[in-house]
């Protein structure tokens, strides 16, 4: 223990002692000046405004900035491609030289997708589908069809598309709809006096639809009733195929009114001919008491017997 002692007071310690003080302040100093040049102590650099602009001029700033930069890419449908929509740091933040700043951009290229099934679909039905699909509806064209607003065919670029076919995300789809009035036209059944299931038989054999039914309040029994009222009536001639006939149920059918004014008004014209009938037949009464001996006054009667027979049938 004592040799140590004496060793620590010697000059030789004291000298060894010193220079490893030195080497540590010297490491140390060497150590912080080090990484204060490494990391730039002091220095920031405010993130310019990138958001917003195009990835061309969004990445000269960058450069001159001193910045890097890292891109990611995604799609909007009505987002111009290429456009910053993002960007990490905020605008502002002070950052180092050399820091790396990620960018979302919208993508110049757009992703594919299916085209979906939206034939016999209604024109609601199909918007929501492509809307769902990031695709959008163009032009919609009407063509003569019984089904109203229904898609008949979908095309794309001018062509019928077909279903499952890869197409750009954010594309126009042309839809061609039916306009419910149909290529034809059918004449309309007279439904008047029918009961309603006969009604619906003869429409359908027509072509033809059953609309609303409207019930009298008479009606008691709907098995009994028959139909007063259609709408269109047969007074229109011609109607498109597949529309719908509208009809009101009574009771009872009205009457058919034609043929009916000229039977009334025979007898009427007849009568005053007939009246100034009798008094001839009194005139020639008497001569039935004459003699039988002349012929020429047989015949006489006899014409006058005919004209009471005419006279009788018509009811005088």
Known sequence: MSKVIQYLQTPTFRKNLIAALIAIVCVFLAVYVGLKIYTKHDESIAV???????INAAIQELENAGLEYQIDSVYQMDAKPGLVIEQD????????????????IIT???????FPLIKEKTLIEATAILRNHNLRIGDTSYVADIARDIVLDAQFAGQSIRNGRMIPKGSRIDLVLGNGLGANEVEIP???????????FALIG?????????YDPNVIDTATAVISVQSPGIEKGLTSLGAKIDVT???TAPAPTTGTTGTSTAPKQQVPQTQSNPPVTKSVAPAKTNTPAAKSTNTTPATVQKKENKSNSLGF
């Open 89 to 104: 740091p905020e605008q502002g933040f002070h950052v180092k030289s050399g820091r790396t700043i990620y960018l979302t």
């Open 108 to 114: 110049q290229v757009a992703p594919e997708v299916a």
């Open 206 to 214: 027509a072509g033809l639809g059953l609309g609303t039914v409207t």
């Open 48 to 54: 310019p405004k990138i958001k917003g602009l195009h």
């Open 190 to 200: 007279n439904l008047i006096g029918l009961p309603l299931n006969e009604a619906k």
């Open 249 to 251: 149920l009574s009771l």
